[in-house]
Structure formats: structure tokens, C-alpha cells
């Protein structure tokens, strides 16, 4: 059965077989998103990353018309994509929740706000560091300012910046609306401008 | 066509060269041209500083990764909308200015790396062998589930589904906790709304297939990590003490040097790549013990001892049996003894040092970095029986090499019962 057949099937009606095809397919799916999502709230134990993966299925299925309905898919990933967003999205609204009850109630809280604790000791304690980054980072500015030019200046300036400032992979890169590019073509943007902006630093141009 | 070894590096080669992380450097091997490059680029007066020059660069331009979180913005967007941009169904014109802004924004930029990390369609061997080991991943509970949602046709979401095999039972959540509203708070998240934008944007997203070939993956390892850290330790050992898995190198400098104050362009590049990745790990995996043990080392090389404390007594909380938190605790406390003003401090960060390592030391009698160690804190209290009987027995288990040549030095010093240097 194609995508577009299995959706449009489990859209349209109540077939288990449909159904079970579907969480078949996507469970993998939903599975790695559950629990990265969950793991950054600090809490991926097996039961609750399953405890998840049935939630957005349900939530999945209880919304299926308005939801798979509407969707023509013309390529596979794109509904990766927005299984991948729904499922991460209901994941993050689970542990805001719980978070915020938790603060409400006073109980001692494990969530991102301790994870990032240590981070936050260092962001207080490192404030030549940050001037040093920012310098480093004006520096580079400059250097790419004079590599980057033409129509799509603005985009290449971006994916640059997103892979060297934000960590953002290539492929991650090539995946986000409005680049327009496949990975082999972020990579070359990356390239290009890596090597210019080097030998800009290097003094060697 | 083979290179000629005498002619200088090409743009290419250079280019090439530089780009490479250390790790891929010493994995490659497959074109001999490259090798050569190399070779030639290791003994040449020209092109051998030049290249050190451009990865010197390449590793400044890696290290730029927003290595802590920033303060949020009136200007940045909603955490929320980072979700969608990654998952690629936001609309161009939506993402496009929140993508410039991402890439100038230290609060933000992280957050839409994060999101691209959880959305990642790729699958790693971890995370498959975790998903295949879950209830979940049997057909009996996936058939189960089918069959038990079509059955009751509407079922409300949030309710459990009794499946097969499962650890999860119905009721084994709270009635609150499993309520929608309160567990779920999908119903003020608006699923109708979502599906507007969603359905048409995502049918056109534009997904790109095919590997990186010399861009280096962001997703680091850790290993990889705990091997640069190594690698620059052995190259400018910035501390007495040793740690697990660094090959012997001298101490770099008299101590003072280290610390804040030392800049970050003396510091090697691959403490600098270690340092990138760390950055891209935590935001990861910021409760992983492996992780925060690799930011408490890299803190360690740069002097800032408190840092590195702080992210080891948190790592020891996950992993409280690994014996290898203890000893870089052990380290951490030493260091902060020896910058410590307060000798009443001092004297606690020093015991905590000992007590770290004794507790190493019992379980694991015949741990060499531990035994190093104690002996080297043992000669630096001036304990010098203790320290002689250390080095004594660290040179039985480890007669032969740098790191037994340095112990024979220093169990020389303690017979004399101070330094000689």
C-alpha cells in the first residue's frame, strides 16, 4: 500500500488493518521523537516513552479526518515531517504541563531549568569569554560579508551562520523551509564560504 | 596520477586539509594523494605553517557554536514555532525571517538546533536498538492498539489502551494525569487550527536525501569528544594530575598560567573542536553524565575548576558507581585547592581529593590514573611516605613507559623528600 493509500484509508475509515499498517509504519518514527523530546526533559524511561508513543497514535486517530484528510503528500519525508511535529509537539506540551503544575504545587522539579543550570553558572561566570565570542564573531562577520554576494546573499549568509554559530547540520539545513537547497547544496554553500572566510582570517586575500 | 611530492599545496589540498576535523584526518587514509598532501604539508617549511594557519582558523570557526544558553529576546519568536520550522512544515515566507533571526540569535539558535535534532528522520543504531526493546515495537501491541481504537471508533484521546505485552496497563496513569486537558493539553494547542497551514505547507516541503561527504555530521560522539580532550591534554598537559585515557605529554606551563586569564587562542584546536561538540552534546543530551563529564574536563584544561565541580557532582548524581566521575572529581578538587585563598578551603578540597581517589582506590586497587594521582597529591602535601609507597606501587603495575619514566622521577623526589627541579 503507497502512503498516500494508507492515508487516505485511515482518513477515511475505522479499518484495523489500516490502522495497524500505519502504526507499523510510523512507530520508529514517533519513537525517535518521543523519546529525544522526552530525553531533553530529562526523563526517557522505556514506560513512559510507550505511554507516549500510544498518546499520539490516539491523539492521531481521534483527529484523523481534519488531520490526514487534508494531506497530499508529494514526497514521503514531508509526512515524516509533520508525524515528526505533531508527536514532538504533544510530548512538549506533556512536560510543560507537568512542569508547570509541579512549580504550582512547590514539589522539587526535575526538568530543562536544572539541565541547563550548569550552563547558566557558566553564562554568569564567563563574561570575557563572551566578549572574546563577540569579537570572534564580528570578525567573521566581516569576512563573510565580503565572500556573500547576489540574490541569494541573505540565504547563504544564514545556512552559514546556522552551521557554525547554531550547529545546525547540513542535512538539518537542507530540511528547513525557505533554503530550497538538497544537502549536497548546503554543503557546497558551506564550503565555499568556509574556505573564503578561512583564507579572509588568514590574511591571505 | 600520483602527486608530486615536492610541489606545494594546491588551493584544493589546502582547502581540503583544513577542513578536515582531526578525528577524520586520522580515520582517512584511502587517497593516497591526500596522504601525500599531507606528508608533504608535515615537512615543508611553506606549507606546514600555512596549514596550521587555515586549521588553526577552521577550529576558531567550529568553536563558535553558542556554547551556553542566552537570555530570550523581545524579538524572538515563540519556542513553539522552532518545532515546525525544523519539522520543515512552516511556510517559506513564515520561516524565512525566523531563520535569519535564528542564525544571529544565541537564546534561539540553540532552540532550532534542538528541534532539529528531536525531528531528525534518521535513525541511529542507539536509538534502534532502544525503540526495538520497547513493548510497543511488538505487532501484538501495535495490532492491539489498531484493534482497540477502531473499536471504540472515537475513542477519547488520553485514555489508556489496554495492549498485550505491555508494561503499559489503563489506569496505571491517574485519571488527572490521563485526562486530556490536564495530562494532554493538546485541546488548547488546537489541532483544527494546526492542520490549516499544516497539510498544504508540508505537502510541499522540500526534503534533500544523500550524505555529507567531508562536512563533518553535528551530531559529535562522545568518544570522539573524550578523544580530542586527550589528544590536547597529551599536547599541552595543563594539569598535574592525569586523566583517564590521556597519553603521557609534559606539563605546559608553571601554574598560574591555566585559568581564565590564559587567552583561548593559545588553547590547542582540539580542545577548541572538544569544545564545539560538547556544546552540540548538551544541548542533546544535557542530563547526560558522559556529556557533562567531557564539559567538567574541557572546563578543567581552561582552569575553571568551579565549573567543572559543579558539572561532575552532577554527572556523579546519574552515574554514581563510575569510578571515572570520581577521579576527575578528585581532579576538580585539587585544582580548586590550589587556587583556594582560605586554607581552612583548602585543607577540605584537598581531603575531598583524597577521599575521592580512596574511594577509587578500593574498589579498583590496581587503577593506575588513581594511583598516579594520589601519589602525585600525596607528594604535593609534602606526604612523602605515602607518596613513596604510591609511586612504589604504581611502578610494579607499571613498570615501562612515559607515564612510568615521569613516576620514576617523581618517586625520586619524594625519597629526597622534596622537588629537585
Same mark, same amino acid.
Given at each position: 500500500m503507497s502512503l498516500e493509500e494508507l492515508i487516505k484509508a485511515c482518513a477515511e475509515g475505522d479499518d484495523p488493518a489500516a490502522w495497524e499498517e500505519f502504526i507499523r509504519r510510523f512507530h520508529g518514527l514517533i519513537a525517535a521523537v518521543v523519546r529525544r523530546t522526552a530525553r531533553r526533559w530529562g526523563s526517557d524511561s522505556p514506560e513512559l516513552v510507550d505511554d507516549m508513543i500510544q498518546e499520539t497514535f490516539l491523539k492521531i486517530y481521534a483527529g484523523r479526518r481534519r488531520l490526514l484528510s /487534508?494531506?497530499?503528500?508529494?514526497?514521503?519525508?514531508?509526512?515524516?515531517?509533520?508525524?515528526?511535529?505533531?508527536? +514532538?509537539?504533544? !510530548?512538549?506540551?506533556?512536560?510543560?504541563?507537568?512542569?508547570?503544575?509541579?512549580?504550582?504545587?512547590?514539589?522539587?522539579? /526535575?526538568?530543562?531549568?536544572?539541565?541547563?543550570?550548569?550552563?547558566?553558572?557558566?553564562?554568569?561566570?564567563?563574561? +570575557?569569554?563572551? !566578549?572574546?565570542r563577540n569579537l570572534q564573531l564580528g570578525e567573521v562577520e566581516r569576512a563573510l560579508s565580503s565572500c556573500i554576494g547576489g540574490v541569494e546573499r541573505e540565504r547563504d549568509r544564514t545556512i552559514f551562520w546556522l552551521y557554525y554559530r547554531d550547529g545546525v547540520s547540513a542535512a538539518a539545513i537542507a530540511r528547513l523551509p525557505s533554503i530550497s537547497l538538497k544537502v549536497k547544496g548546503v554543503e557546497s554553500v558551506i564550503s565555499r564560504l568556509t574556505r573564503c572566510v578561512r583564507e579572509r582570517l588568514c590574511g591571505e586575500h | 596520477m600520483s602527486r608530486d611530492p615536492q610541489s606545494h599545496l594546491s588551493p584544493d589540498e589546502l582547502a581540503g586539509l583544513a577542513q578536515e576535523t582531526e578525528s577524520a584526518w586520522q580515520a582517512a587514509g584511502a587517497d593516497p594523494n591526500r596522504d601525500q598532501a599531507k606528508a608533504h604539508a608535515e615537512g615543508c617549511g611553506v606549507c606546514g605553517p600555512r596549514l596550521r594557519n587555515h586549521r588553526s582558523v577552521q577550529a576558531r570557526l567550529r568553536s563558535m557554536?553558542?556554547?551556553?544558553?542566552?537570555?530570550?529576546?523581545?524579538?524572538?519568536?515563540?519556542?513553539?514555532?522552532?518545532?515546525?520550522?525544523?519539522?520543515?512544515?512552516?511556510?517559506?515566507?513564515?520561516?524565512?525571517?525566523?531563520?535569519?533571526?535564528?542564525?544571529?540569535?544565541?537564546?534561539?539558535?540553540?532552540?532550532?538546533?534542538?528541534?532539529?535534532?528531536?525531528?531528525?528522520?534518521?535513525?541511529?543504531?542507539?536509538?534502534?536498538?532502544?525503540?526495538?526493546?520497547?513493548?510497543?515495537?511488538?505487532?501484538?501491541?501495535?495490532?492491539?492498539?489498531?484493534?482497540?481504537?477502531?473499536?471504540?471508533?472515537?475513542?477519547?484521546?488520553?485514555?489508556?489502551?489496554?495492549?498485550?505485552?505491555?508494561?503499559?496497563?489503563?489506569?496505571?496513569?491517574?485519571?488527572?494525569?490521563?485526562?486530556?486537558?490536564?495530562?494532554?493539553?493538546?485541546?488548547?494547542?488546537?489541532?483544527?487550527?494546526?492542520?490549516?497551514?499544516?497539510?498544504?505547507?508540508?505537502?510541499?516541503?522540500?526534503?534533500?536525501?544523500?550524505?555529507?561527504?567531508?562536512?563533518?555530521?553535528?551530531?559529535?560522539?562522545?568518544?570522539?569528544?573524550?578523544?580530542?580532550?586527550?589528544?590536547?591534554?597529551?599536547?599541552?598537559?595543563?594539569?598535574?594530575?592525569?586523566?583517564?585515557?590521556?597519553?603521557?605529554?609534559?606539563?605546559?606551563?608553571?601554574?598560574?598560567?591555566?585559568?581564565?586569564?590564559?587567552?583561548?587562542?593559545?588553547?590547542?584546536?582540539?580542545?577548541?573542536?572538544?569544545?564545539?561538540?560538547?556544546?552540540?552534546?548538551?544541548?542533546?543530551?544535557?542530563?547526560?553524565?558522559?556529556?557533562?563529564?567531557?564539559?567538567?574536563?574541557?572546563?578543567?584544561?581552561?582552569?575553571?575548576?568551579?565549573?567543572?565541580?559543579?558539572?561532575?557532582?552532577?554527572?556523579?548524581?546519574?552515574?554514581?558507581?563510575?569510578?571515572?566521575?570520581q577521579l576527575d572529581l578528585a581532579t576538580a578538587y585539587f585544582e580548586r585547592a590550589g587556587t583556594a585563598r582560605d586554607p581552612v578551603q583548602q585543607a577540605a578540597d584537598y581531603a575531598l581529593t583524597l577521599h575521592s581517589l580512596n574511594a577509587v582506590l578500593d574498589k579498583s586497587p590496581n587503577d593506575l590514573v588513581a594511583l598516579f594521582n594520589r601519589a602525585e597529591v600525596y607528594q604535593q602535601l609534602k606526604e612523602y611516605s605515602e607518596a613513596v609507597a604510591d609511586w612504589r606501587r604504581y611502578l610494579q603495575l607499571d613498570p615501562a613507559g612515559e607515564w612510568a619514566n615521569a613516576a620514576k622521577r617523581l618517586l625520586g623526589e619524594s625519597q629526597g623528600g622534596a622537588p629537585t627541579n
Open positions: /487534508a494531506f497530499k503528500p508529494q514526497h514521503p519525508e514531508a509526512f515524516y515531517g509533520f508525524l515528526a511535529v505533531i508527536t +514532538a509537539n504533544l !510530548v512538549n506540551d506533556y512536560f510543560r504541563t507537568r512542569h508547570s503544575q509541579k512549580h504550582g504545587s512547590g514539589q522539587p522539579e /526535575a526538568s530543562i531549568d536544572e539541565s541547563t543550570a550548569v550552563a547558566d553558572a557558566a553564562a554568569t561566570n564567563r563574561p +570575557a569569554e563572551d !566578549v572574546f | 557554536v553558542s556554547p551556553v544558553a542566552a537570555e530570550r529576546k523581545r524579538d524572538c519568536p515563540a519556542e513553539e514555532k522552532w518545532t515546525a520550522i525544523a519539522g520543515g512544515v512552516s511556510p517559506a515566507a513564515e520561516a524565512k525571517p525566523m531563520l535569519e533571526h535564528a542564525s544571529r540569535c544565541d537564546y534561539c539558535g540553540p532552540l532550532l538546533r534542538a528541534a532539529t535534532e528531536d525531528l531528525d528522520p534518521e535513525i541511529s543504531a542507539e536509538e534502534e536498538e532502544f525503540i526495538r526493546q520497547l513493548p510497543s515495537a511488538g505487532a501484538e501491541w501495535q495490532r492491539a492498539l489498531a484493534r482497540k481504537m477502531t473499536a471504540a471508533s472515537v475513542a477519547p484521546a488520553g485514555e489508556k489502551v489496554a495492549t498485550p505485552g505491555s508494561k503499559t496497563e489503563p489506569g496505571r496513569l491517574t485519571e488527572k494525569e490521563t485526562r486530556p486537558s490536564a495530562h494532554w493539553p493538546l485541546a488548547g494547542w488546537s489541532l483544527a487550527n494546526w492542520t490549516l497551514w499544516a497539510a498544504p505547507v508540508a505537502a510541499a516541503a522540500v526534503v534533500a536525501v544523500g550524505g555529507a561527504i567531508w562536512i563533518e555530521r553535528s551530531s559529535p560522539s562522545l568518544s570522539s569528544t573524550n578523544q580530542l580532550i586527550a589528544q590536547a591534554y597529551s599536547e599541552q598537559r595543563p594539569i598535574d594530575l592525569r586523566f583517564p585515557g590521556a597519553a603521557y605529554g609534559p606539563v605546559r606551563q608553571e601554574r598560574g598560567e591555566s585559568g581564565p586569564s590564559r587567552s583561548r587562542m593559545d588553547e590547542p584546536p582540539q580542545l577548541l573542536e572538544a569544545e564545539a561538540q560538547i556544546a552540540r552534546g548538551l544541548a542533546r543530551h544535557p542530563q547526560d553524565a558522559g556529556w557533562l563529564q567531557a564539559k567538567a574536563r574541557a572546563d578543567l584544561f581552561e582552569g575553571h575548576a568551579q565549573l567543572a565541580i559543579d558539572a561532575l557532582q552532577q554527572a556523579a548524581a546519574l552515574r554514581p558507581q563510575d569510578a571515572s566521575l
